[in-house]
């Protein structure tokens, strides 16, 4: 909590309010329900049909080892796939449901810079660029708009002299954590590379001094249950209320599967950390966030919650409706406000979306740590948090 006194607060929210009146972007601002894009059966296909290497820059050992973990069909490339010119399912089947390996050559440690400091220099561990989801929102659309296919770096020893040579360094605590889920979701098709289970014990055996963060929304853990994780690997998951699931996370698992993943996760001892992030305006939005906080705290205690809200970059729309040409995000966007180069719900419909769903966190935990990610100090004053000793998502 800020010192920030209720008086005080009030006139800030007041202010907000008169800026963008609620009744003014309410209505444009609701998702359509009951207009999922794609069919139950196409969402029922295995997420990978496909595996593509390219010849002579993928360890052909550890490709074929991967191929047979998978049972899937092997296809040697000569070069790295680039943009395909379809529309619809069949530009995503090409993009996200194939699985590429290759070496990784730029580097796997890099830190993050949030381009106007709204966000901790946190560092990132690239062992996958992109995903096999396929949520109409994914930022990754854009990221990787000229190497859309979902890619995963087997070169594990460079990686691994890396994450050495980074635990070795002067780094301060909070940012000795090595996320994995900035460029892709590191579960998605762990089943099939088995990368997490080689990486979660290589940690406390080489590297004491550093955490490793798997995002996710995946509900695979099986595989790393039992693995010796020396407590420094910390799984998060990704929630939403079971609307935007059904409406925009394609091919995810469900938020119950995810919830149900973080309490096995957290019976192994492993720290659980939640998102519930996006958070998208609809007509039930309220009773569906409390009921998704209530279904949380039912099966499970995170260490930390992260909020944050729909935020699209300017130049991702196109991306979107080439995939979703019937995506409810498309409306949306068209009633968000500018600020930057994102787009957002105008700040009182934020603050009013982000204060609900913290009531209902601390009516379970009060002590709870919380924290908004990349969002404006007056959002964090006019909720009565406080940024100092931040403890969010991707900080230790
Ligand atoms: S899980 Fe994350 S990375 Fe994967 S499609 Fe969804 S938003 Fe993108």
Redesign the pocket.
């Known amino acids: 909590m800020t010192g920030f006194s209720e008086f005080s607060q009030e006139i800030l929210v007041m202010a907000i309010l008169q800026e963008c009146p609620p009744e003014e972007m309410e209505i444009a601002n609701w998702i359509q329900e009951k207009s999922v894009a794609y069919s139950q059966g196409e969402m029922q296909k295995p997420l990978v049909s496909e595996l593509w290497a390219i010849r002579g820059k993928a360890n052909e050992v550890r490709v074929k080892k991967i191929a047979s973990r998978s049972k899937l069909p092997l296809i040697w490339l000569d070069k790295s796939p680039g943009i395909n010119g379809e529309r619809g399912i069949d530009k995503l089947n090409g993009e996200r449901g194939v699985l590429l390996l290759r070496d990784r050559v730029s580097p796997f440690i890099e830190q993050f810079q949030h381009p106007i400091g709204r966000c901790a220099k946190f560092y990132k561990l690239t062992a996958y660029n992109n995903?096999n989801?396929?949520?109409e929102?994914?930022y990754?659309y854009l990221t990787f708009r000229t190497q859309p296919v979902s890619t995963h770096f087997i070169n594990y020893e460079k990686m691994y002299d890396e994450i050495i040579k980074f635990d070795k360094s002067k780094i301060p605590k909070t940012l000795r954590v090595l996320n994995l889920g900035e460029l892709?979701?590191p579960l998605?098709v762990d089943y099939m590379t088995g990368f997490a289970k080689q990486i979660i014990p290589f940690m406390p055996e080489h590297a004491p001094k550093t955490r490793l963060l798997f995002l996710t929304?995946s509900d695979c853990v099986d595989d790393i249950l039992h693995l010796d994780h020396g407590g420094q690997s910390i799984i998060s998951f990704s929630v939403n209320t079971d609307v935007v699931f059904q409406q925009l996370?394609h091919r995810?698992a469900s938020p119950d599967a995810r919830i149900i993943a973080a309490a096995k996760a957290q019976k192994a001892g492993y720290e659980i950390r939640l998102r519930i992030d996006p958070i998208i305006f609809y007509s039930t939005w309220e009773r569906d966030y409390v009921a998704l906080v209530d279904k949380i705290f039912e099966y499970v205690q995170p260490a930390r919650i992260t909020i944050g809200e729909y935020r699209p970059s300017n130049g991702l729309a196109n991306h979107i409706s080439s995939r979703f040409p019937d995506s409810p995000l498309l409306k949306i966007n068209r009633s968000l406000v500018k600020e930057g180069k994102k787009l957002r719900y105008p700040k009182n419909l934020r603050i009013k979306m982000f204060g609900t769903i913290i009531e209902a966190i601390k009516k379970y935990r009060s002590d709870i740590d919380i924290a908004l990610c990349k969002e404006q100090p007056a959002i964090w004053k006019a909720l009565c948090l406080d940024k100092k000793g931040l403890k969010c998502n991707c900080l230790s």
Do not use: P, R, V
């Open positions: 995903c989801f396929w949520c929102y994914c990754l892709g979701d998605a929304k996370e995810t």
